[in-house]
């Protein structure tokens, strides 16, 4: 596969608007491991490599157990999350999906259980950014280095 457009030179004030909600995210109300993790599984459930790639380092980084993240792709039916990352991890793939069933009101409860309303909007523009992300990616071919 091959780069098809090298979108940050031929648009830069979109890619420089598209930093600017990362930079908002950054200071968020959610905490930056649950947001590369949610990031992590939009980008597997949309099939990104780059930002799978990406995001897979960054928890590394972070020190999460290298279990926890590679049992991402399965997980609902791994140990490894607490309630509260199972919450987002459900968000995420509701989000994710929306045009799969509009996101269900029992994902919402269980997302509410776990964030208020501010932390909920904050976990939902992460994850309208790392799926505009991968839509840019995935059309474009941009591939992590090799």
Known sequence: MYKRINYAEVAPDAVKAMYALGKYLANSSIEKSLQDLVRLRASQVNGCVLCVDMHTQDLKEQGMDERKI??????????????????????A??????????????????ARQHFNEKELTDLTFVLANINAWNRIAISLRELPDA
Request: proline letters at 5%; glycine letters at 2%; a negative charge.
């Open 93 to 110: 793939d509701a989000v994710t999906l929306v045009s799969e069933g509009h996101v269900p009101d029992d994902v919402y409860q269980q």
């Open 70 to 91: 590679h049992s991402t792709v399965v997980w609902y039916e791994s140990p490894f999350f607490n309630e509260r990352e199972r919450a987002a991890l459900a968000w």
